[in-house]
């Protein structure tokens, strides 16, 4: 009798255990959607329509990393031994060794990656190893071809103990002690507002076909600033030469893509081999248009900074005060840069301290 009645209800402690149970598997099934979805479900959009990666409300729990646990990478800047390029070099790695040490840094060893194919005047004070260029007329005059390339010598001829690396740029100074934005297999990337990838769909397809999933895999990036492990840029690096050669030699792409077409194959050649980037805006800033240096780790100079003395932009127009790196094509800027007038954002009055304290600093700054 006792077993009849019982089999008309489940036992309340069965039915906690069924509603556990179901609890358990439907988290279980969340966190597995979380984990395979394509990064970019993991974006918002910012106030000035860009595209951020939030890391404290955003990211998944499995991979936060532990508190104090510090993962150091290493700092990869390639570079030619033009005058133009040596300077932003030494300047880059004066702010570097500042930054280096302070708290809330994880920046490990530093090596410029020289692929001139010949020693120059600043192996004495850079950490640099020099690599090959590319054969010559191979990059038909776009210098930047040879980013790929230099990568994939300097991986196989070097020794890096950290397991993490940092592609930067000549023209990147450290204004606040970067962390590593990296987490275990996602590496972190810069989004740049002009890449743009789902626009492009036509032409993405002819390097990455529709059996490896939609354009939407490919990041609105460039190689730098990145932070990636060392064993997946390894395989990346090689894919990323091919593809950029690839694109050069393909006329339509090459007029679409322009002198950002090394940016897209890396973006290509990443999600090629699956690999996806948590976008982070903070990363770096780029004067004049981003006004405040805040809290973001990288001050990127590419852009001329051109003003009246009124403090107004007159970006096209050369201003009655500016700050332009193509100014300095043939040698290094002069020590004691004027600084902007008033009303000039903080950021372009940031750049030029900085750029001032490094030539105080650096010896034999015009000479050198």
């Known amino acids: 009798m006792i077993s009849r009645k ?100 994880e920046m490990g060893g530093f090596t410029r990656i020289l692929h001139s194919g010949n020693p120059d005047n600043l192996m004495h004070e850079i950490p640099t190893v020099v690599v090959d260029p590319l054969p010559a007329g191979l990059d038909r005059g776009y210098i930047v071809l040879n980013r790929p390339w230099a990568f994939v010598q300097w991986l196989e001829k070097t020794t890096v103990d950290e397991e993490y690396i940092l592609m930067a740029e000549p023209d990147h100074i450290f204004v606040n002690p970067l962390p590593n934005l990296a987490h275990g ?13 789902a626009e492009k769909g036509k032409i993405i397809r002819k390097f ?74 903070d990363f770096m800033l780029q004067p004049p ?22 403090g107004e932009l007159t970006y096209g127009k050369i201003g009655e005060w500016r700050f332009d790196k193509r100014s300095y094509l043939r040698g290094p800027p002069p020590k004691n840069l004027p600084l902007p007038p008033a009303g000039v954002p903080e950021s372009v009055v940031t750049l030029v301290k900085m750029v001032n304290e490094a030539t105080a600093n650096l010896p034999n700054w015009e000479t050198e």
């Open 6 to 105: 019982n089999m008309g209800r489940a036992s309340p402690i069965l039915v906690v255990l069924l509603i556990f149970g179901f609890a358990f598997a439907t988290y279980n099934l969340l966190t597995m959607i979380v984990h395979n979805r394509s990064i970019r479900n993991w974006m918002t959009e910012d106030s000035n329509g860009g595209i951020f990666f939030d890391p404290v409300v955003e990211m998944p729990e499995n991979v936060k990393r532990l508190k104090n646990v510090k993962l150091p990478f290493h700092v990869a800047l390639t570079a030619t031994d033009a005058p133009y390029s040596k300077w932003q070099c030494r300047i880059m790695y004066y702010w570097y060794k500042k930054m280096r040490d302070q708290p809330g840094s």
């Open 185 to 197: 297999g996602l590496p972190a990337a810069f989004p740049f507002f002009y890449i743009k990838p």
């Open 208 to 281: 990455y076909p529709e059996e490896y999933g939609p354009v939407t895999n490919v990041d609105p990036i460039g190689n730098s600033p990145v932070i990636i492990k060392k064993n997946l840029l390894e395989k990346i690096a090689p894919t990323w030469m091919n593809v950029s050669l690839k694109m050069k030699d393909d006329p339509e792409t090459d007029k679409a893509f322009g002198w950002v077409l090394e940016m897209y194959a890396y973006a290509v050649a990443s999600a090629l081999h699956g690999v996806q980037h948590i976008l982070r805006k």
């Open 289 to 310: 248009w981003d006004l405040e240096t805040g809290k973001k780790f990288i001050l990127h100079y590419t852009y001329g900074c051109d003003y009246n003395m009124k």
